[in-house]
């Protein structure tokens, strides 16, 4: 796994990607999830832990020196959180 981190380019932009796409996928499950599950119907606690995601990827970035990935997934979750924000306010 390494040897293919080694690989990838340390760009914000890869970041930027890798932080939306995540939880995007992950939103898309807790979507069907709640939209399935009657019991469900009002956990939008699965959106948070869907976006929190972000915090473990972003860490594991960091931890192999790709710190311009790590702001991108930062910024990212940003972009993620304030979209679950506007979702319970409106």
Same mark, same amino acid.
């Given at each position: 796994?390494?040897?293919?981190?080694?690989?990838?380019?340390?760009?914000?932009?890869v970041g930027l990607a890798i932080g939306l796409i995540t939880p995007a996928i992950l939103c898309a499950v807790a979507y069907y999830i709640i939209t399935h599950v009657a019991y469900l119907?009002?956990?939008d606690l699965l959106y948070i832990g869907a976006i929190a995601v972000n915090a473990?990827?972003?860490?594991?970035? @960091?931890?192999?020196n790709k710190e311009n990935i790590g702001r991108?997934?930062?910024?990212?979750?940003?972009l993620c959180a304030f979209? @679950?924000?506007?979702y319970k306010v409106l």
């Open positions: 796994m390494n040897e293919k981190l080694r690989n990838i380019n340390n760009s914000v932009w119907a009002k956990a473990y990827t972003m860490q594991y970035f @960091f931890k192999y991108g997934i930062l910024a990212a979750t940003f979209a @679950f924000f506007f």
